[in-house]
């Protein structure tokens, strides 16, 4: 079993940063593009700021990332799931 350590000198977590892990959490074991992250949301498109804070999600351990490959020309999509808590 892993034990996450709480980084103490982190800002804490924002209401936005939990809406975002609100709607992994909503979806177990489902990998979520951005685009489908923002629409759960409501919005459009993630901001610079809703990706950043995906990122320290994963970062802080609640929250996977993975890249799967896609025919644009970049060659890739991120995806996102709520990380599993034993």
């Known amino acids: 079993m892993k034990t996450l350590q709480p980084d103490y000198n982190a800002p804490p977590i924002t209401d936005q ?3 975002i892990l609100e709607v992994l959490q909503n979806k177990p074991g489902q990998w979520l593009k951005r685009k489908e992250i923002a629409l759960d949301l409501g919005k459009r498109r993630l901001t610079p700021y809703d990706i950043e804070l995906l990122q320290r999600l994963c970062d802080e351990g609640m929250a996977e990332i993975g890249k799967r490959p896609n025919p644009t020309p970049i060659g890739y999509e991120y995806a996102y799931r709520a990380a599993f808590q034993d």
Do not use: R, S, V, Y
């Open 17 to 19: 940063a939990l809406k």
